[in-house]
């Protein structure tokens, strides 16, 4: 048990990551253009479910062709071993965050140029489709990392624990 310690722990930073979805993801996109055609506006909150559409896609995308192309290579029946699973995930969240830098250095660009930094309220001339990039590719770290973290402490837990492993929490 004390040896899955160390992978619990270096998966807490982007569980909490997941928090960032429905926080500053989302008051972003408050501060965006949200008009699609007319009338219609896309409510900020709405993006996250790119996530989990991401995450489907790139679950079925994972196991019908990324598997069977890295086990031919690897010999291993799940492609990639679930550490090696785990480490794309985190590579996936430390570019998640990489472009969420970005695109709010650009946002709070965009508010200086039209002199728009400290009021509220007031629409930006960008549109909320800036954010995309971020909501797909937490689906697709998602798939890979939180996966993978629950076929990893199902595997390596007792069978006596096997139950509360399966209970790490996860995103509602």
Avoid: C, W
């Avoid at 007319?38 to 790139?58: H, Q, R, Y």
């Amino acid at each position: 048990m004390l040896r899955m310690l160390p992978v619990l722990f270096i998966t807490f930073v982007p569980s909490m990551m997941i928090a960032q979805i429905n926080t500053l993801f989302v008051k972003q996109g408050t501060t965006l253009d949200r008009k699609v055609t007319g009338a219609f506006s896309i409510p900020p909150a709405s993006l996250s479910a790119f996530v989990t559409l991401s995450m489907l896609i790139s679950i079925v995308i994972y196991d019908r062709v990324f598997v069977k192309l890295t086990r031919k290579y690897t010999g291993n029946p799940r492609g990639i071993t679930l550490l090696q699973r785990m480490g794309i995930g985190l590579i996936f969240h430390i570019l998640i965050m990489i472009i969420a830098s970005v695109t709010e250095r650009y946002r709070l660009k965009i508010a200086a140029d039209h002199g728009l930094i400290h009021q509220t309220g007031v629409k930006l001339p960008l549109t909320i489709f800036v954010l995309l990039p971020q909501f797909v590719l937490m689906g697709i770290a998602d798939s890979f990392l939180n996966v993978a973290k629950l076929e990893f402490f199902y595997d390596q837990a007792p069978e006596s624990m096997k139950s509360l492993g399966i209970r790490i929490p996860q995103r509602v």
